[in-house]
């Protein structure tokens, strides 16, 4: 069972954005820290990423392609030319979009389309909500449709030969999984009779578990931001 409702699990999200976003420098290793600890404990699924080479191997290039990139060259390594200003830029900017890449894919394990279909109804834009709540359930399905189709042409040596072609391959294979689990999607909702147009359905309960992760969220953000 859930401990918390959509509404905790948004408050998270935007507050993971959020500090992302303001935090100062070094205080963003306390933001990613605390959605790593956040996302273990209530939706481990969302850390799927973290557990594959591929995922680090981009974070390692933003950090490590800084240097040459950003700032002026103050260092010498084996020969080359590096910032020690573009090294922290890029090391900053990579726990900043890695904590928000977390709680995005934290959000879209914990929250079902149908939840995300109420919550926009709440605002009066029927039809959006159950659009945007398929997207989001789509994202863990197409990142591991994307994986598995790199990885079955890979070991058939599609890569070894007209690359462009296999590439443009692997994306038309994403494109039509991901077209046909939202198709499934779309059939498993119209089965149990939903209608963007139908009738306004019961607003989501707000817990008061959801209310203490709130507060907790605001007063660690004041903290953040605001303590010297």
């Not at 390594?77 to 200003?85: A, C, R, T, W």
């Not at 709440?122 to 709540?133: H, I």
């Amino acid at each position: 069972m859930r401990i918390f409702g959509i509404w905790g699990h948004l408050a998270f999200l935007l507050w993971a954005i959020a500090l992302g976003i303001l935090a100062p420098e070094a205080r963003v290793i306390f933001v990613l820290g605390f959605v790593i600890v956040f996302s273990a404990l209530f939706f481990p699924g969302g850390l799927k990423p973290v557990r594959r080479l591929e995922f680090w191997f981009l974070v390692a290039s933003a950090v490590l392609l800084s240097p040459f990139l950003i700032g002026e060259k103050d260092l010498s390594l084996f020969g080359l030319s590096l910032s020690s200003q573009g090294f922290w830029a890029g090391l900053w900017m990579a726990l900043r979009a890695l904590s928000m890449a977390l709680a995005v894919g934290g959000f879209a394990y914990a929250v079902s389309v149908d939840e995300m279909a109420r919550l926009f109804e709440m605002a009066g834009l029927k039809g959006l909500g159950f659009a945007v709540g398929v997207a989001f359930n789509l994202l863990p399905t197409l990142e591991e449709t994307a994986r598995n189709a790199y990885q079955a042409m890979r070991l058939r040596g599609g890569f070894q030969r007209e690359r462009l072609q296999a590439l443009r391959m692997l994306l038309v294979a994403i494109v039509v999984n991901a077209l046909r689990r939202g198709d499934e999607v779309v059939e498993a909702a119209e089965a149990r009779a939903f209608r963007p147009d139908g009738p306004r359905r019961e607003p989501l309960p707000l817990r008061r578990a959801d209310l203490a992760l709130i507060a907790i969220l605001i007063a660690l953000g004041a903290g953040l931001l605001v303590w010297p």
